[in-house]
């Protein structure tokens, strides 16, 4: 199976080099053929499947982490089944996806972001971790940005995001935005890389490199914050504005609008005016 996982690994590559989508896949797949052996992929059943569920959840792997290796692995049966009619894939829907359990989404309380943005004194970070926070770009669309996605002379500033399944969407700077990456900009060193933010070495930084910056600042912080709490912040900021929930879902590149909803859900002005109206007028609430 690890001679058909690189074919396909190389596949998803040579589609979007840039994206770290096939990198994924490698690694998911690989997970799966240490617990169900490098079988030919035709052999492997259902119950090899169970297998796989059921070890990955006694290692303590979430339901999200254990469902995007199961979709790996049916990504790889479908483009073998391309080649091969008779592949079918072992992974059953009904019987091996988790439950996911549904949280709601949490943003950034104000003290805890003046505490982390007061210990970064580099301006790349600064810009970084800026536009997670005011234009809700995830850590990967931070990472792949390019100067020529970049508008800046236009008379609303902008830049475009590539996000997942190689999506491109506008992306408006707020003024804060525009300074921190105008800052940047101005020290960024002139070299052939084409990548807005560079590593050490003149280079484009990864995903992991940028989460790692993230982590120093945290602890210097003393606070727990990801990048995808910067995103959240960045959406319910916007709730509480009252922006209407298909902009927010065009501002955030979501391709379904169930999923910017958590977030109106999260903060209901609605909601809250009818519970504190109720309570005035129910006798013992006050």
């Known amino acids: 199976m690890l001679v058909e996982i690189e074919r396909f690994v190389n596949w998803v590559r040579r589609r979007n080099a840039v994206a770290r989508t096939w990198r994924d896949y490698g690694y998911d797949l690989k997970q799966f053929v240490e617990v169900v052996g490098d079988q030919p992929p035709a052999a492997i059943t259902f ?13 303590g792997f979430s339901p999200a982490t254990i469902n995007r290796r199961l979709a790996a692995v049916q990504s790889l049966y479908a483009f073998l089944s391309d080649e091969d009619p008779l592949v079918v894939c072992p992974v059953l829907p009904h019987r091996h996806v988790l439950h996911e359990p549904q949280r709601l989404p949490r943003p950034v309380p ?8 007061v210990v ?25 940005l390019h100067l020529t996605d ?69 602890a210097q912080a003393a606070i727990k914050i990801t990048a995808h709490r910067l995103r959240h912040t960045f959406a319910s900021d916007l709730v509480s504005v009252d922006v209407p929930v298909t902009t927010i879902q065009k501002l ?5 609008l169930e999923t910017t909803q958590t977030y109106v859900a999260a903060n209901d002005h609605q909601v ?12 013992g609430w006050s």
Do not use: N
């Open 120 to 144: 970064i004194d580099d301006a790349r970070d600064r810009a970084m971790f800026t536009l997670m926070l005011r234009c809700g770009l995830r850590i990967g669309e931070v990472a792949s």
């Open 252 to 256: 955030l590149g979501h391709a379904w």
């Open 150 to 218: 970049l508008y800046l002379t236009e008379a609303r500033p902008r830049l475009v995001a590539h996000g997942k399944g190689s999506k491109e969407r506008s992306v408006y700077l707020s003024p804060q935005a525009e300074r921190t990456l105008r800052a940047y900009l101005r020290e960024r060193p002139v070299v052939a890389s084409e990548f807005v933010f560079l590593s050490y070495l003149k280079s484009g930084l990864s995903t992991t490199a940028i989460h790692k910056r993230l982590m120093i600042y945290r």
């Open 47 to 59: 119950h090899d499947v169970d297998r796989f569920v059921m070890q990955q959840a006694e290692h």
């Open 272 to 283: 809250q005016a009818d519970y504190y109206a109720a309570s005035q007028k129910l006798e």
């Open 110 to 117: 104000q003290d805890d972001l003046d505490k982390f943005f």
